[in-house]
């Protein structure tokens, strides 16, 4: 059961970081005019995934130096998730299946 939640859990993550990418590849290819976001099936597209990605994208952005046009936001995003969140979840999963608690500790 508990694996279940865990790989619920881990695709729930794979799937917002396909999010964060497309939202990018979005925002891309809105600003050098590839996509209309006049047409109202593009901007519900592009509004979907802004309310998506958006509140974990803002938080950061506030701490982040002012690069011009370039933002590297979502790159901060999905390398904090690769490098913390995944790694810790895989930590606590081993520690709930085997029931060794010192796995938390290294």
Known sequence: ???ILFNLLFFAINLYTWAIFLAVIYSMLA?????DTRNRMVWTIGDFLARV??????PIRRYMPNLGNIDITPMVVLALIQLVVVPTLMRVQ???VTGLWQALLY
């Not at 600003?31 to 996509?35: A, I």
């Not at 990605?53 to 803002?58: A, R």
């Open 1 to 3: 059961m508990v694996t």
């Open 53 to 58: 990605t958006e509140p974990v994208l803002q």
């Open 31 to 35: 600003m050098f005019g590839v996509l």
């Open 94 to 96: 081993t520690a709930i």
